[in-house]
Every structure is written in structure tokens, then in C-alpha cells.
């Protein structure tokens, strides 16, 4: 075979491929489907004439600082229904600003005091800047790793993305 039957071969060839339906994804192993964490969930809290399941968020992260942080927590669905829900209405106030949700998001990524968040536009003075890290702090969302530098606690993290995820449409 010469060069140009060989070069026409491998046109053929290509052609073929490129025109060819692509194969169908494999069928997702036993409890790697789209569901699986709720399948997962299940598994372990069955809902029933008996049981009332339970509710689950995790999350495996890398934030814009590299940091990474996994997290998991659980309730049984009888467990949230029988507490208090008034008793989280601080920690949502706290999150119910945009200033204070660009705090957090600003503190994610690597600023850390007062100071250089101030230095940031449409923020507000550093006495409304003060304002916000105190109610976050409150909240729990916050606290200060030392004196004047601010950090989201790390058992905080996937809950803060929980929350922000949830309270976006679903598509």
C-alpha cells in the first residue's frame, strides 16, 4: 500500500468513526445513579408506616484558598420536626444581607481582616463592616481565628454552600 492509499484508508476510517452514533453511557454501578445519596439515605432510614426517614447534607469542597473541607450531618425527620425552628431564625437573619453573604463569599477567598475587606468597592464604611462580621460572628458563621483576622469554622463551611444552594431556584 502506498502513501496515498494509506492516507485515503485512514480518511475512510475517521470518517467512519466521526460519523458513527456515540456509545450509550454505562448504566451507573449499584448506588452510583443519579440518586445516590438519597438511595444511600434510604438505605439507612427507610421512610414507612413506621419511620419517618431523616434529612442528610454533605459535601466534599476545595474553596478559592485551596482549602478543602468535608462535611456531613443528619437528622431523622422526627428530630426536626419536634426542635424549635424559631431557633435557627438568627443564623438566617445573619445571612439574609447581600453585604453579609459578599462578606463570607470575600472571606472564602482569602481576605481576612477588616481592613482588607473594607478595601473592597460597595461594601460600606468600616464601621458598617464591623457591624456585619459581629452578626456574623453571633451567628456562628464567623469567628475570629485572632485578633482582627475572620475565617468561615470549618464545620460551617459545607452547611454555608448547603444553605446558598438550596435557596437557589431549581432548575
Known sequence: ???EERVAELERRMAELESAPAAPA????????????????????????????????????????GHRYEWQYGLLTESVFEGDWSDAAE??????????????????????????????EDIGTTGQIYHHLRQLTGAGWLHSAERGRYEVPAGRVVPLLVVLTAARPVA
Do not use: C, Q, Y
Not at 444511600?40 to 419511620?51: I, M
Not at 443564623?91 to 473592597?120: C, K, M, Q, Y
Open 26 to 65: 454505562p448504566a451507573p454501578a449499584a448506588g452510583e445513579g443519579d440518586f445516590w445519596a438519597l438511595d444511600a439515605l434510604k438505605a439507612r432510614h427507610p421512610v414507612s408506616d413506621d419511620a419517618d426517614g431523616a434529612v442528610l447534607f454533605t459535601g466534599a469542597v476545595r474553596v478559592p484558598t
Open 91 to 120: 443564623s438566617f437573619a445573619a445571612l439574609g444581607n447581600p453585604v453579609r453573604l459578599r462578606l463570607l463569599r470575600e472571606i472564602l477567598g482569602g481576605l481576612r481582616t477588616a481592613a482588607d475587606l473594607a478595601a473592597l
Open 1 to 3: 500500500m502506498d502513501l
